[in-house]
C-alpha cells in the first residue's frame, strides 16, 4: 500500500519539476531501491570495507614483524592485537609506486595511488579514492553511499589532506570529526516528520534543477578546455540532486533506534583514547545499522596526530616522527603506536563481538589499516606499515605476515639503520599496495581487474 | 546528452609562455654539452631519454617532470654517474636553480588559469560570510560544525581560482546555509520571542535541594562560583537555545590577580561547536565585581558552554579544589584544609582567580520586526499587491545585489518557475519568493567571481566585474550600493572614478578585512601555532599569547597601511604594535591592556620589523624547536619572493650527539650537515637568513644560549653570524635586516607580486611580468608608500585585465 502511494507521488513530483522531456537523466536505480527492497527477494548479505589511517609512519624498530608466515612473533606494537592473530593479515613492504620520495601527501594519496608531486611544480591533482570505487557499488543499497571520518572537519589543504576520500573528478571530499553531529546526521529524526521532510526536500530537488538549468546553459556556449570549473560545479550539484533523491526514497524507511547517550556527551579530542573509541563506535554503529557500507577513517592526519596526554605524550605524533633517532622520542612513538593499536583492537573487538545475522559483523567487513609512510623523520614511503583485517565470509584468509622485504629469510635485526634502509626504496618493486586495494575491490563486487598501478590480487589471503 | 555534443565544439588554443633563454644559453646549456649529452644526447639515449631535446614548455606538466627528474639526479649527485668528471657544486645549483625557477614560474601559470575563456573562482568562506552579512543582515558561522568546509590555501593564499575546489558536500553545506540564513532573515513565522537564561552561582554550583535551603537563610544571592587556572571542564553548563539569532550576554565577576603575576583570564567556549564566544582579562576585587556585557550568535541547539580561566596554572584535578555540591563557595575566607591553598595567609590570592556570579543569555535580539533584510526584499511592504510582477521585481533585485551583475531575462524566468511552483504546492506569496531566494544563493552565479562572457569576449574586464574584483580585494564581500551604481554608469573603470573609489574604500572600516586577511595569507599565518609548542618545553605558551603573535604582525601591517608608511617598515623598525600579554613575552615593560598598541622599540628590545616578530619566528617551528632551514626558506619565499628549490628525496636525518658528546647547538649540526657538497651549494643560499635568528627560540623568546638536552656540558652560545651568497656578511639579525634593506627593490617586487596574487586571485606568469616591474617602479617613485602602492595597483593595467 505504502509502495503504492510513494511511487505515484514519485511520478507526480517529477511531472511538477518540469516534466518528463527535460528531466536530466540520473540514475534513479539506487534512489529506488528501498522501495523495491521491500517487495524483493532477500538480497544478498552485505559487504562493507572500512578504511583507518594513522599519520607519520610507525616506529618501525617495535612494528617490525621478524618471521614470514603463519607462525610468526607479533612485534611490539602488534601486541595488542595478539586475540586477533586469526582476523587480520600483516603485510611488510608495501609500497605505492607513486608515493616514493613524497613527504605528507603520503595521504592525499593512500586510497588513490595517485601520482602527486609535492615538492616540484605540478599542479595539484588527485583521482578517485578507492574507498569512493566500493561506494558507487554499494550506494544503492544504503541511506548513505559512504561516510568519512577524520581527526578534523574538512578537507584540509592539498598535500596535506584530513580526508581520504576523493571524488571521480579528484576532489577532496570533506570529512567529520564530531561524534555528535555525525550521529545526528546518521539517526537524528528528519525535522518536522516525514510529510514536512519530503516538502523539503522536493522543494531542494527544484531549487538544484533550477540551478543546473541555469549553469548548464552557460556550458553549452563553453570549450571543453574552459570548463574544470563549472564541470565541478555541474557534477557537484548533480550530486546532490542524486543524494536527495536518495535520501527522499528512504524517508519511508523508519531510522534505527539506537542510544544517542554516548554520542551526544561532550567527548573532547584532549582525552585521545576516548575520542578514538567512540569514532570507531560510531562506525561500528553505522555499519550494524546499515547506514552506509564504506566508511574512511583519518585517525590522524599528517599535520595532525593528537598527542595522548593520558599516557604522559604531549607531542602530536608529527613531532613524534621528526624523532631525529632521539632514543626518547622513539619510544614515545613505540608508546604512541602500542597506544593506537590498542584502540584499534578495541575496533576489532567490537566488529567481533556485534553480529550481522548470526556472524560476526568482521566476517563481512574488510578493515584496512596504515599509514602512507613509513619512516617519518625524512619522510620514506617504502615498507609501509598495513594490515588487513576481517573478511572472511568473503573469502579471505588471514593469521599470516606476508614479507615482501625478506620473503624467503626474514630475520631482523630491528636497529635503526636496517630500519631506515628498508623504508627508502622498495625491496620489491612489485609489492604494491594497490594489489591489495585490488584484491579489496574484486571482494566488493567492484567488477575490475585494475586499480591505479596494480598488478594482480593479492593471492595469498584469498581463500 | 544534448550538451555533451555539443560542449565538444570549440576547443581553445592556449598561447604557451616561452622559456626565456639568456641563463638557458650561458649556464644549462654548456653544462648539458659537458656533462649528460654523451649519454643522454643525439648519439646515445641511457634509459631512452635525451636532454638535448628537451623542450623548455614547463607549463606541461610531462615536460615538466622530467626537468624535474633532471633536477633532482643533478641535485643527488646521481648524475653525472660516480665514474664521470664530476662537475663543480656551485654549477649544479646554478643548474638546479634555473630549472626550480622554470618550474616555479610554470606553477604559478597553471594556478592562473589565464586561458579561461570563463573563470570562476568561488567566494572563500571569510568572503561568504561577509557577503551573507552585507546581503541579509544575518551573521553565518561559518567555522562552526554546520558552516562551511576549511579552505584551502595555495602559498598561503586562500582565494586562488583554481584551488578552491567543490564538492557534493559543498552544496549540500551551501543549500543548508541559505536555508538557516533565509529564515533567520526573513519574518515568514511569528516574531521570536526573546528569553532570558539566568545561571546563578547558587544553581550552577550546589546540589538541588540546598537551594531553597540557601534561600531561606538569605545566602542564595551569596554563594559564588570559584574557578581557578586550568578548570577545563569543571564548570560546563548546557544552554538550550531555541531559535538561531543574536544573543546579549550578562556576566557577573571578580577577577583576582596575585602578586606580580597574571590577571585572571574569563573564556566562555561553546563545547560543541568549538567556538570561544568571550574572552577577556578580568581585574576586580572580591567585593565588587563587575559586569560584562557581550553580543554573540548562536544557532538553535543545546551548547555545552564552559566557563574557563584561561591562564596557566597548578592542576586542581591534582588535589579537590573546590567545595562540592552540598557546601557552596562563598568567599576567599571560606576553604577547607583539603582543598588547593586559593590565598596565602593574609587571605592575597596565590593563583589568577574568578569568582563568578550569574551569567544570563538574553536573546535572540531584532533590531527590528520584520527585520530590515525582509523590509529591503520585500520592498514594498505590507500594502503591496502580491502579485507575480511583484515576485519578479522582488527576486530581480535580489539576484541583481548577490550576482553582483543585472540579472538576465531567463535567469528571472527561471526564478519566476520556482515561484509559481511553489504557489501552485500552497505555499503563501512570501514562502514562494524564499524558494526563489534560495535557488539564488546557491547559483553558480552567487558562489563564483564570473569573469568573462561568450558572446562578448574582451580582455579587460566589464565594469561589473570590476567592481567585484576590487571589492573583494579590498573589503572581502560584495560591492555596496555606490560601487554597483558606477558599474552600471559604466564609469567605474575611468582612471579619476576608479582613483576616487579606491580612496572611499580604503577609508572605509571595511578595509579592515584586506589589513588583516592579506598578511595572513601572504605572511602564511595561518602556520602559526600549527605545530603546537609543547607545554614541558615553553609552558608559557597558551591562546592569548598565540592570538597576540598574529595581531602584532596584522595590526603592524594595518599601522603601516593606515599612515601609508613605507615597505621598508616590514624589514626594520623602531617600533612595533604590542599588547601587555605579547609585551611581557618579549620582556618590554609599561604595556597595558588587551589591545594592540604602537610601542616605541630600544636597540635592546631586539625586534623592529616582521623579521624578529613572535608569529613569524614561531610558524616555522615544529613545536620543540626553531627550524633555522625552515626560517631561511620562509625568508626567501616571503620576503624575496624566491622560493628554493625542493630538497632531494630520502635525506638522511641529523643524528643527535650521544650522552658522552659535548652539547652541540643546531647551528652546528646544521653545518656539518652541509659539508656535503651537494646539499652546500643551495643551503648556503637558504641558511644563513634563518641562522640570523639563532636568539630567538621557537616561540620567538629572545636568548643568549640554546637549551640542549642531549650531550654533555653547557649549554652551547649561539652565533647568529653569516653571509649572504652575494658575499656580504653580517653579525646579528639588525645586521642582516640593514643589508635587506640595501636590497629594498627585491622585496618591493616580491611585495607587489603578493599583492597581485591576492588581488586578482591567481598565481602570476611570465606575461605579468613587466606590468608587475612597471608597479614597482611606480612604488620606488613614491617612497614605496604602501597604500599609495595598493592604489597604484588598482588603477594599473593589470588589475583590469581580465
Excluded at chain 1, 534513479?28 to 552485505?46: E, V
Excluded at chain 2, 548562536?298 to 584561561?310: E, S
Excluded at chain 2, 654533555?712 to 652575494?726: H, M, R, T
Aim: glycine share 6%; aromatic share 8%; hydrophobic share 35%.
Amino acid at each position: 500500500m505504502s509502495n503504492f502511494l510513494s511511487q505515484r507521488w514519485l511520478l507526480s513530483r517529477r511531472h511538477f519539476l518540469r516534466g518528463l522531456g527535460a528531466t536530466v537523466a540520473l540514475p534513479m536505480l539506487g534512489a529506488m531501491t528501498p522501495l523495491r527492497g521491500a517487495t524483493a527477494a532477500a538480497a544478498a548479505k552485505p559487504r562493507r570495507s572500512v578504511f583507518v589511517y594513522i599519520p607519520n609512519g610507525v616506529n618501525g624498530m617495535t612494528w617490525q614483524v621478524s618471521k614470514a608466515g603463519r607462525d610468526y612473533q607479533l612485534s611490539r606494537a602488534l601486541a595488542p592485537l595478539e586475540k586477533h592473530r586469526d582476523a587480520f593479515t600483516v603485510f611488510s613492504g608495501l609500497h605505492h609506486p607513486n608515493g616514493l620520495g613524497q613527504a605528507h601527501v603520503c595521504a592525499d594519496t593512500w586510497l588513490t595511488g595517485a601520482k602527486i608531486d609535492a615538492q616540484s611544480a605540478r599542479q595539484y591533482h588527485n583521482t578517485i579514492s578507492v574507498d569512493q570505487l566500493v561506494a558507487e557499488v554499494t550506494s544503492r543499497h544504503t541511506r548513505f553511499a559512504s561516510l568519512e571520518l577524520s581527526i578534523a572537519s574538512g578537507t584540509g589543504q592539498p598535500n596535506n589532506s584530513s580526508t581520504l576520500a576523493f571524488s571521480r573528478d579528484g576532489v577532496p571530499l570533506p570529512a567529520e570529526d564530531n561524534p555528535r553531529n555525525i550521529f545526528d546526521r546518521l539517526f537524528g529524526e528528519e525535522q518536522g516528520g516525514v510529510a514536512a521532510q519530503r516538502i523539503r526536500l522536493n522543494k531542494r530537488r527544484s531549487v538544484l534543477d533550477a540551478v543546473l538549468d541555469d549553469a548548464k546553459s552557460l556550458r553549452r556556449d563553453l570549450g571543453a578546455d574552459d570548463q574544470t570549473k563549472l564541470d565541478e560545479y555541474l557534477h557537484s550539484v548533480r550530486d546532490v540532486e542524486q543524494r536527495t533523491e536518495r535520501l527522499d526514497a528512504w524517508l519511508d524507511v523508519p531510522k534505527p533506534k539506537v542510544d544517542a547517550g554516548p554520542f551526544h556527551r561532550n567527548v573532547t579530542k584532549d582525552q585521545a583514547g576516548d575520542y578514538y573509541r567512540t569514532m570507531f563506535d560510531l562506525i561500528v554503529l553505522a555499519l550494524r545499522t546499515d547506514m552506509t557500507r564504506v566508511v574512511t577513517y583519518m585517525n590522524g592526519s599528517e599535520g595532525n596526530g593528537l598527542a595522548i596526554p593520558e599516557i604522559g605524550i604531549t607531542q602530536s605524533r608529527h613531532q613524534l616522527s621528526h624523532h631525529g633517532g632521539d632514543k626518547d622520542v622513539l619510544e614515545r612513538l613505540a608508546k604512541s603506536d602500542e597506544f593506537i593499536m590498542r584502540q584499534f583492537s578495541y575496533f576489532l573487538d567490537k566488529l567481533k563481538t556485534e553480529l550481522d545475522g548470526d556472524d560476526p559483523l568482521l566476517d563481512r567487513t574488510m578493515v584496512l589499516f596504515g599509514s602512507g609512510m613509513s619512516y617519518g623523520h625524512s619522510h620514506s614511503n617504502s615498507n609501509l606499515p598495513i594490515l588487513l583485517a576481517g573478511g572472511r565470509g568473503l573469502g579471505l584468509k588471514h593469521g599470516q605476515h606476508i614479507d615482501y622485504n625478506r620473503p624467503k629469510d626474514s630475520n631482523y635485526k630491528l636497529d635503526y639503520d636496517e630500519w631506515l634502509s628498508l623504508c627508502g626504496r622498495p625491496k620489491d618493486e612489485k609489492a604494491r599496495l594497490s594489489n591489495l586495494m585490488l584484491t579489496m575491490l574484486q571482494k566488493m563486487e567492484v567488477n575490475t581487474n585494475q586499480f591505479v598501478d596494480s598488478i594482480a590480487p593479492v593471492s595469498e589471503i584469498i581463500g | 546528452m544534448l550538451l555533451l555534443t555539443l560542449l565538444l565544439e570549440c576547443t581553445s588554443a592556449r598561447a604557451q609562455t616561452p622559456a626565456p633563454q639568456a641563463d638557458f644559453e650561458r649556464t644549462v646549456k654548456p653544462f648539458f654539452e659537458q656533462h649528460c649529452v654523451t649519454c643522454h644526447g643525439e648519439k646515445k639515449q641511457k634509459g631512452d631519454f635525451r636532454v638535448d631535446t628537451l623542450p623548455q614548455n614547463f607549463v606541461n606538466s610531462a615536460v615538466a617532470g622530467h626537468w624535474t627528474e633532471v633536477m633532482d639526479r643533478i641535485n643527488d649527485g646521481e648524475m653525472p654517474p660516480k665514474k664521470q668528471p664530476r662537475p663543480r657544486p656551485d654549477e649544479v645549483a646554478q643548474v638546479a636553480d634555473w630549472i626550480a625557477a622554470q618550474l616555479s614560474e610554470a606553477e604559478s601559470a597553471r594556478q592562473s588559469a589565464i586561458g579561461e575563456r570563463v573563470s570562476f573562482r568561488r567566494l572563500s568562506r571569510e568572503e561568504y560570510r561577509n557577503t551573507i552579512r552585507d546581503l541579509l543582515g544575518v551573521t553565518f558561522d561559518t567555522s562552526d560544525p554546520a558552516g562551511l568546509p576549511e579552505d584551502p590555501d595555495w602559498q598561503g593564499f586562500e582565494r586562488i581560482g583554481t584551488v578552491l575546489t567543490l564538492s557534493a558536500a559543498h552544496v549540500e553545506k551551501y543549500l543548508a546555509a541559505a536555508e538557516t540564513v533565509l529564515n533567520e532573515a526573513l519574518a515568514l513565522g511569528p516574531k521570536p520571542k526573546p528569553e532570558i537564561t539566568r545561571w546563578s552561582a547558587s544553581t550552577q554550583r550546589t546540589n538541588g535541594d540546598l537551594v531553597p535551603k540557601l534561600r531561606t537563610r538569605g545566602l542564595a544571592d551569596k554563594v559564588r562560583i570559584d574557578i581557578v587556572p586550568n578548570n577545563g571542564a569543571l564548570d560546563a553548563y548546557d544552554l538550550h537555545v531555541p531559535t538561531t539569532g543574536e544573543y546579549v550576554v550578562r556576566v557577573k565577576l571578580s577577577g583576582l590577580r596575585p602578586a606580580g603575576g597574571r590577571a585572571p583570564r574569563l573564556r566562555i567556549y561553546a563545547t560543541d561547536i568549538g567556538r570561544t564566544l568571550f574572552e577577556r582579562d578580568i581585574e576586580a576585587p572580591e567585593d565588587q565585581p563587575v559586569t560584562l556585557e557581550f553580543r554573540t550568535h548562536l544557532p538553535a541547539g543545546t551548547h555545552l558552554i564552559r566557563v574557563v580561566n584561561a591562564v596557566p596554572g597548578p592542576n586542581p584535578e591534582e588535589r579537590a579544589s573546590r567545595p562540592l555540591g552540598s557546601k557552596p563557595f562563598f568567599n576567599m575566607k571560606s576553604r577547607q584544609p583539603w582543598q588547593i591553598k586559593l590565598t596565602d595567609d593574609d587571605y592575597k590570592p596565590l593563583w589568577p582567580t574568578l569568582l563568578l556570579d550569574s551569567i544570563e543569555w538574553e536573546g535572540p535580539v531584532q533590531q527590528s520586526w520584520p527585520p530590515p533584510a525582509h523590509q529591503q526584499i520585500f520592498f514594498a511592504g505590507e500594502g503591496a499587491k502580491k502579485d507575480p510582477a511583484y515576485a519578479r521585481a522582488i527576486l530581480s533585485r535580489f539576484a541583481t545585489r548577490a550576482f553582483r551583475r543585472p540579472v538576465r531575462p531567463d535567469e528571472a524566468d527561471r526564478l519566476m518557475k520556482l515561484f509559481e511552483n511553489s504557489r501552485k504546492l500552497g505555499d503563501d506569496f512570501e514562502n514562494s519568493v524564499k524558494t526563489g531566494l534560495l535557488a539564488v544563493l546557491c547559483s553558480d552565479n552567487f558562489l563564483y567571481l564570473v569573469e568573462g562572457s561568450t558572446q562578448a569576449p574582451s580582455p579587460r574586464l566589464t565594469d561589473w566585474e570590476l567592481a567585484s574584483r576590487l571589492s573583494y580585494f579590498l573589503w572581502s564581500t560584495a560591492p555596496d550600493q555606490r560601487l554597483m551604481d558606477q558599474a552600471q554608469r559604466g564609469t567605474l573603470h575611468q582612471p579619476d572614478v576608479l582613483g576616487a573609489e579606491v580612496h572611499r574604500m580604503m577609508s572605509d572600516p571595511k578595509v579592515q578585512a584586506f589589513a588583516t586577511s592579506f598578511p595572513r595569507q601572504w605572511l602564511q599565518l595561518r602556520r602559526v601555532g600549527m605545530f603546537e609548542p609543547d607545554r614541558k618545553i615553553y609552558p608559557d605558551y597558551d591562546e592569548y599569547l598565540e592570538h597576540s603573535m598574529v595581531a602584532e604582525t596584522t595590526s603592524y601591517f594595518g599601522e603601516v597601511l593606515d599612515h601609508n608608511l613605507s615597505l621598508r617598515a616590514f624589514l626594520a623598525s623602531d617600533w612595533t604594535m604590542l599588547n601587555e600579554r605579547l609585551a611581557g613575552h618579549y620582556g618590554i615593560e609599561g604595556v597595558k591592556g588587551e589591545a594592540m598598541q604602537r610601542v616605541a622599540l630600544r636597540p635592546e628590545d631586539h625586534r623592529g620589523g616582521l623579521l624578529t616578530q613572535a608569529s613569524i619566528l614561531g610558524l616555522t617551528s615544529d613545536g620543540t624547536r626553531h627550524r633555522p632551514v625552515h626560517r631561511g626558506k620562509w625568508v626567501l619565499e616571503s620576503i624575496y619572493g624566491n622560493p628554493p628549490p625542493p630538497p632531494p628525496p630520502n635525506v638522511t636525518p641529523i643524528k643527535p650527539a650521544a650522552m658522552n658528546e659535548p652539547k652541540t647547538s643546531l647551528r652546528a649540526k646544521i653545518e656539518a650537515h652541509r659539508s656535503d657538497a651537494s646539499c652546500a651549494a643551495c643551503h648556503r643560499k637558504i641558511d644563513p637568513l634563518g641562522l640570523a635568528f639563532e636568539n630567538y627560540d621557537a616561540i620567538g623568546h629572545w636568548r643568549l644560549e640554546e637549551a640542549v638536552r642531549d650531550g654533555s656540558g653547557a649549554n652551547p652560545k649561539l652565533d647568529p653570524s653569516g653571509e649572504l651568497v652575494d658575499g656580504r656578511k653580517f653579525a646579528s639579525a639588525d645586521e642582516l635586516k640593514k643589508l635587506m634593506e640595501d636590497d629594498i627593490d627585491k622585496f618591493n617586487l616580491a611585495f607587489v607580486k603578493k599583492l597581485a596574487t591576492y588581488g586578482l586571485r591567481r598565481g602570476m606568469t611570465f606575461d605579468d611580468r613587466k606590468p608587475l616591474a612597471s608597479i614597482a617602479d611606480q612604488a620606488k617613485a613614491h617612497e614605496y608608500a604602501m597604500k599609495t602602492i595598493v592604489e597604484d595597483f588598482v588603477l594599473s593595467e593589470l588589475f583590469q585585465k581580465r
